[in-house]
């Protein structure tokens, strides 16, 4: 059971670029996250979507593009990448409702550079 | 989200019990308790929640206070494994959108 799957690990990118960083989960959860987590910080939510064809901002959306069109994945876009978005990005997902009684489940991290 | 407050760091011997703190003064009735680890170069861990009562696992214990007011993690035998940062999140809607502070960095030393 692979869990909650990020790829790549690492990543640099120059100024400008654009990537995508992917997400996959196997246990047909209906939600999905994407925090970033910068150096001696906790993680902060970027994009969240609570099944496929419906995404909502976190507290830090500007610059990421987010899309679900199916319930295993949840990419991540970065339009035009800035240094200011170098940080170590997690995916996690949870099974849907619960009103605080479920738990998420995380991936091991992209750590991206920005140079 | 009520806010937590956590110390920022705590040391423990290896083999020995570690209680770590968190205060929620601020708590609402419907918030769940949750706690979670985070472990050098590695996403968070769910560790255990709880409401009202305390909690055993296979990792830890959860003990609330009467109030819930204040909540510890209780690790039984901690391990060097153990070293992580641990965040008590306040949770009453998705754990899709949880709000993490900056956790308390637990050194375990042999």
Redesign the interface.
């Known amino acids: 059971n692979a869990g909650?799957t990020q790829t790549p690990k690492f990543q640099v990118l120059k100024t400008g670029q654009s990537m995508t960083l992917q997400c996959a989960q196997d246990m047909n959860h209906e939600?999905?996250?994407w925090?970033r987590q910068d150096p001696?910080?906790?993680?902060?939510?970027i994009h969240?979507?609570?099944g496929a064809g419906i995404t909502d901002q976190?507290e830090v959306p500007n610059g990421y593009n987010v899309s679900r069109s199916t319930t295993e994945d949840f990419p991540l876009r970065l339009l035009s990448a800035a240094p200011s978005q170098t940080s170590v990005y997690?995916c996690?997902?949870?099974r849907?409702?619960?009103?605080?009684?479920?738990?998420?489940?995380?991936?091991?991290?992209t750590r991206l550079t920005v140079v | 989200d009520a806010k937590t407050t956590q110390p920022n760091s705590m040391e423990s011997n290896e083999e020995e019990p570690v209680h770590l703190p968190c205060n929620h003064s601020t708590i609402s009735g419907t918030d769940y308790i949750h706690w979670y680890r985070q472990l050098p170069s590695q996403g968070p861990e769910y560790v255990i929640h709880g409401l009202t009562s305390n909690v055993n696992n296979r990792m830890a214990s959860l003990a609330i206070a009467e109030d819930r007011k204040s909540s510890t993690l209780i690790l039984h035998r901690a391990t060097l494994r153990d070293a992580a940062v641990y965040y008590c999140i306040l949770n009453s809607g998705t754990a899709s959108k949880l709000t993490f502070g900056t956790g308390t960095r637990l050194q375990v030393t042999l």
């Open positions: 909650v939600y999905m996250s925090y001696g910080m906790g993680l902060r939510l969240y979507s609570v976190g997690f996690a997902s949870t849907e409702g619960g009103r605080g009684n479920t738990e998420a489940f995380f991936g091991q991290g």
